[in-house]
């Protein structure tokens, strides 16, 4: 790989204008990078899915040169109907479209050449190479007192005119005081066996209202890994759902800064697999002032030999008294060759908080099955019917109604 | 309309039912009594198609052979199942389960399915014949109800699926008078020269307000005495040690 990564990324320092000072910068990214390369489960983190043999076995060698003077034609079919919103498109990495026709123009600020900050930089080498080959990070401010009137929806479309294996993304955003954002994930791809690096950073100004809804459905050969950093400050509120389900393996990192007073943050997941899928999802919630909320429901049903992980971390400070933290994971196995790993971490140093943890998994009942049965309903319908109620609650949890429906209908949960 | 013969079944080398026979034609209702873990909702699981039981003997439902039909195909040729312990069915909504239900036997029976409004004007004239809360049927399927709605909730769903045999199993426990009346309303309203039912009960009271054509006294697994009414009555006053 080393061979290979270097002559990528000289070609793209050669075919990019980044200053000498960038430049410096990402070649250290990258070095830092080389000198662990891809997660293996020797790191605790990376126990439940090594990354590295994952990358080997599905893609083999990868190649990371991609290519942006390449445009890409925006495939107008792909937007989501039936809901107004605005759009900012991805198409094997690089932005094609971004609109927000919807929007108080002086109200929202878009800069496209915003600099990565160093910070983040500990030892993750998927976040280092992402700083070291993204070309552009588009950074959207709202400004003090804005709600969105329109949600965005970020879609990440592929195809397979992409000529490298590897590409990464990255967007920041920053809601200042009091504003609000609903933001929509949409993957949709058309190639195959990428490896697909996900960077957000989210800055939380006081009062500020975050949801985040990711949408991985359609079925797709790829490999994702996603990070959001969610940094908060008092009384903001971040919600983060996750529909874990399209891609081969899919790994969702939250880390979430609870560094205001009575700042709040909701993360709720469905994994929905089968045939070989790999997902994770793992969460890490820093409570590191007083009254401060977190609350985190993940449910997964797993079909035959698929696999999901559940790593959820509660982290409360010294300071952080009156911390309210709660995680529930349960899973339905159906078959026996399904497997669901859960690895709740409590680490606490305050002495007056409430905090909770519960994992429970199990096939699907077959005295409920067969009630249902007994009542006209062959097999099949029986068993989808256990399952929608079984992630109801899950997607009831969404709090924008709007976009509660529009899960509700990609996913064909009845009511 | 139905005919058991030789029954017997094991779980796990538990002998349960042993050589049962019965016998109900079209329009009789039958009342089976016995104590505890005499086999009652064995009879009725394996009569609904629960799996999961070793069988022998021979069990035919107007002339099928019921051992070569699905749970389901069972609910279309019209047999219908009261649970002792309906189960609660978190996310799934109570409208939607009967709608579906109904449709499905609808279908398999060549008839029309009902869409939401003529479902709808079913479902709530049937609640309303039953005293059944109207509200709860927006409600997940029997989740937070108490043990007398779920009960209700089995004789509603009988009302709207009209079954040709209907088999209560202990219905009547857990219901207070007034509602055991209801209950008891609904099953002679299906009352017809077509339609069956097997009563399982611990109590005579029950068959006050439904009076059965036969009684059978189950112990151990066999039908150890059939008769007319009055056979309850006397099992209500020896007590199940005392009789024989
Ligand atoms: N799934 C099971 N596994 C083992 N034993 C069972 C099972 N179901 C019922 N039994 C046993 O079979 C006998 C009859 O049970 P049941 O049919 O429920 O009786 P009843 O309904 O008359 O109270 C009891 O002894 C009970 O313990
Ligand atoms: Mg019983």
């Known amino acids: ?415 | 309309m139905l005919k058991i013969n030789n029954l017997s079944a094991n779980i796990e080398d538990k002998s349960i039912l042993k050589d049962f026979s019965l016998n109900i034609n079209p329009g009789e209702v039958h009342a089976i009594m016995g104590p505890n873990g005499s086999g009652k909702s064995t009879l009725s699981n394996i009569l609904s198609g629960k799996k999961g039981y070793e069988i022998s003997g021979e069990v035919l439902f107007e002339n099928n052979n019921l051992f070569e039909l699905e749970t389901e195909e069972r609910a279309h040729k019209g047999i219908f199942l009261a649970f002792q312990y309906p189960l609660e069915i978190p996310g799934v909504n109570t409208n939607i389960f009967l709608k579906t239900s109904l449709n499905a036997i609808r279908k398999a029976k060549g008839e029309k399915e009902l869409d939401a409004i003529e479902f709808l004007k079913l479902v709530k004239e049937k609640a309303r014949e039953l005293k059944f809360d109207e509200e709860k049927l927006n409600r997940q399927l029997n989740v937070g109800f108490s043990g007398g709605e779920k009960k209700k909730n089995e004789i509603l769903q009988m009302s709207m699926l009209s079954p040709k045999l209907s088999i209560l199993d202990e219905t009547d426990s857990g219901l207070d008078i007034d509602a055991l009346k209801v209950v008891s309303d609904g099953v002679n309203t299906l009352r017809s020269k077509d339609n069956s039912f097997l009563i399982i009960t611990h109590y005579q009271r029950l068959l006050d307000y439904i009076k059965p054509d036969f009684v059978h006294v189950l112990m151990n697994g066999k039908i150890i005495k059939s008769g007319g009414p009055e056979l309850a009555l006397e099992l209500e006053k020896k007590g199940y040690e005392n009789f024989n």
């Open chain 1, 1 to 415: 790989m080393t061979e290979q990564i270097k002559t990528d990324f000289e070609k793209i320092i050669k075919t990019s204008a980044f200053s000498e000072k960038d430049v410096e910068l990402k070649k250290m990214y990258l070095n830092k990078f080389l000198e662990t390369g891809f997660p293996t489960r020797k790191l605790e983190n990376w126990k439940f899915s090594d990354l590295s043999q994952i990358i080997k076995k599905n893609i083999g060698e990868l190649s990371f040169y991609n290519d942006y003077s390449f445009t890409n034609k925006v495939d107008t079919s792909i937007f989501v109907e039936g809901i107004e919103h605005n759009k900012i498109v991805f198409i094997n990495g690089k932005v094609e479209k971004v609109d927000f026709t919807h929007e108080d123009h002086d109200k929202i600020e878009i800069n496209d050449d915003f600099k990565f900050v160093n910070r983040l930089e500990d030892d993750n080498s998927l976040i280092s190479l992402n700083n070291a080959f993204t070309n552009k990070c588009y950074k959207i401010t709202v400004k003090k007192n804005y709600t969105l009137k329109k949600p965005l929806v970020v879609y990440h479309s592929t195809n397979n005119k992409i000529k490298s294996k590897n590409f990464n993304l990255k967007l920041e955003f920053q809601l200042e005081q009091n504003s609000s954002l609903r933001l929509i994930d949409l993957f949709n791809d058309g190639s195959e066996n990428n490896f697909i690096n996900i960077f957000y950073n989210f800055d939380l100004k006081e009062n500020a209202i975050l949801k985040n809804y990711k949408i991985d459905k359609a079925q797709n050969k790829n490999i994702r890994y996603s990070y959001n950093n969610i940094e908060q400050d008092n009384n903001s509120v971040s919600e983060t759902f996750v529909l874990s389900s399209g891609s081969n393996f899919s790994k969702n990192e939250i880390n979430c800064n609870l560094k205001g007073e009575y700042s709040s943050a909701f993360v709720n997941g469905i994994f929905s697999l089968n045939d070989g899928q790999h997902h994770e999802i793992r969460t890490i919630i820093n409570h590191l002032v007083k009254n401060t909320k977190s609350y985190q429901l993940i449910k997964s049903v797993l079909g035959k030999n698929s696999k999901s992980a559940y790593q959820g971390k509660i982290f409360v400070d010294s300071k952080a008294q009156k911390t309210d933290g709660y995680q529930l994971s349960k899973a339905i196995l159906l078959d026996e060759t399904s497997e669901f790993n859960a690895k709740p971490e409590l680490e606490i140093y305050a002495d007056d908080v409430k905090c909770s943890h519960g994992s429970a998994s199990g096939s699907l009942d077959e005295n409920s099955i067969f009630y249902l049965m007994s009542r006209g309903l062959n097999y099949q319908q029986s068993k989808e019917l256990l399952i929608n109620g079984f992630l109801l609650d899950v997607v009831e949890k969404i709090t924008d109604t709007e976009i509660k429906n529009l899960v509700k209908n990609m996913i064909g949960l009845k009511e």
